[in-house]
């Protein structure tokens, strides 16, 4: 079955980049997404890429897709305080199909 | 606007009670969701519904139903609740066409007792 993997946990310096990275398994995978989770809260989505797409940029977050490898990342620029959260990747075959979650990332943004 | 509304926030249950989680949704998304979340796991899918009048098993289905008699109401039930099932609960609901992404209600903390 499908598998999407994440690092635990991500520590960065206010006004630093931070770049969160992710793994999947399915080849068929057609659209990729990062959702952002703060305390207490429920989802919310970023961004997404499809998977004939290399980068989208929108904003502080660039989203960079090497399909040959399956690897998803996320860059924030100019990392803020307000951007600690956990942050989830995951991925669909189709749009509006049932999404497959990481394990999400945890970041921490230290003044 | 509400989005999608979840009810209740948050249940503290007695092992072997029943207990449903209500979803509610105001976009006319056709399809719904339920999944659960606990700690190093993600979001784990426990059951589906493309349409209204249809639902189908996610990853984890084992020990919950659901029902979609209208397009905009998704419950989740839970006949004998066990400590397992102890987690937070997202609906969430997308429509199927275009590239519609999923949208989140706020989720239902659920402790089994």
């Known amino acids: 079955g499908e598998d999407v993997e994440q690092s635990l946990f991500l520590s960065v310096r206010e006004g630093d980049s931070s770049v969160i990275n992710c793994t999947y398994t399915?080849?068929?995978?057609?659209?990729l997404y990062w959702y952002k989770q703060e305390p207490g809260a429920g989802l919310q989505l970023l961004t997404y890429i499809f998977s004939n797409m290399d980068m989208k940029q929108d904003q502080r977050l660039t989203v960079l897709l090497n399909k040959k490898d399956k690897h998803l990342s996320l860059r924030i620029a100019d990392t803020q305080t307000g951007d600690s959260a956990i942050y989830f990747c995951a991925e669909s075959r189709a749009a509006g199909n049932k999404l497959t979650f990481g394990g999400g990332t945890r970041v921490l943004v230290k003044p | 606007t509400a989005g999608i509304t979840q009810a209740p926030t948050s249940q503290i249950l007695a092992a072997g009670r029943s207990m449903t989680l209500r979803c509610t949704q105001d976009m006319r998304h056709n399809a719904m969701y339920w999944y659960r979340q606990d700690l190093g796991l993600g979001l784990r899918l426990i059951h589906y519904s493309n349409t209204a009048g249809t639902t189908g098993k996610g990853e984890v289905p084992d020990g919950y139903s659901v029902s979609r008699a209208n397009t905009d109401d998704f419950p989740l039930t839970l006949a004998s609740a066990v400590p397992s099932q102890t987690s937070v609960y997202f609906c969430?609901?997308?429509?199927?066409?275009?590239?519609?992404?999923?949208?989140f209600g706020n989720g239902t903390r659920l402790t089994v007792t």
């Open positions: 969430a609901s997308s429509s199927i066409l275009g590239d519609s992404p999923l949208h």
């Open positions: 399915d080849s068929s995978s057609t659209y």
